[in-house]
């Protein structure tokens, strides 16, 4: 049986559907999901993927009773390797908040767990981490994020800034290969970083209310983010590698 593993955008609308002004519920966007997984055009969902064979984090998502909920390290370790290319540990995570973005995250703002915004902040986290090192995670994300207490200072909000910049590199990589698709075939043709910034540049726009200096700060943070999915991607693929050369 398949397990459900969702793109960092489709990650990105489940958490947007747990707020309370989700358009769509958690369990219609998990059923796009696996729609899209196996390409099935009905709802094959309770035919392939049912509820009772979800992984046990996209369970107490459905069937929780709070559209407003958090989560714990170990449920958002949990959550973070539902994710495409991605790799999460419990004792990393731990020393994220710890320690190595601890003024960033923040105390947990759910009672004792963390919210959807401090969540969404750990996957950004964890895509940067592939090009970045934590000092400059934490002065790039402190510029969007501001003050930690206060989300209405936001430039953005945390889970629309992962929004986007997952639906940029979904819209670039046409084919689906997980590469953005620049042709290097042709000598002068647009190399990836630019066709990013084009995108990032378009995405923009639609944040009418945010000045010259925010929109740069947050245009510039979209293409970081963006070439970091890239490299984690990469990234992946050479553990794959590295796992079956160390089994041989």
């Known amino acids: 049986m398949p397990s459900l593993i969702l793109t960092r955008k489709q990650m990105a609308e489940l958490l947007l559907s747990l707020q309370l002004d989700g358009c769509a519920t958690p369990l219609e966007v998990l059923k796009q999901a696996w729609q899209e997984m196996n390409g099935v055009v009905e709802d094959g969902f309770a035919n392939g993927l049912g509820e009772s064979s979800l992984p046990n984090i996209f369970e107490k998502i459905i069937k929780g009773s709070s559209r407003e909920i958090g ?11 539902q994710i495409e290319y991605s790799s999460f540990s419990t004792t990393a995570v731990q020393n994220w908040v710890k320690r190595d973005v601890r003024n960033l995250i923040g105390s947990p703002q759910k009672g004792k767990k963390y919210s959807l915004e401090q969540a969404a902040i750990l996957f950004i986290v964890e895509d940067l981490k592939s090009t970045l090192d934590f000092v400059s995670i934490r002065n790039l994300l402190t510029l969007i994020f501001n003050d930690i207490e206060d989300r209405h200072d936001d430039i953005i909000d945390p889970i629309h800034f992962y929004h986007t910049y997952a639906s940029i590199f979904e819209e ?20 990836a970083e630019m066709l990013i910034y084009e995108k990032a540049e378009e995405k923009i726009q639609r944040l009418d209310d945010l000045g010259n200096r925010e929109q740069s700060i ?24 590295l796992n079956s050369t160390l089994f041989i």
């Open 71 to 81: 989560f714990s390290i170990n449920e958002i370790v949990s959550l973070g390797n």
């Open 218 to 241: 947050v245009k510039n943070a979209m293409v970081i983010a963006t070439l970091s999915v890239q490299t984690s991607y990469f990234q992946s693929v050479s553990r794959q590698f």
């Open 172 to 191: 670039l990589d046409l084919n689906d290969d997980h590469v953005v698709d620049v042709d290097f075939r042709v000598k002068d043709g647009s190399k």
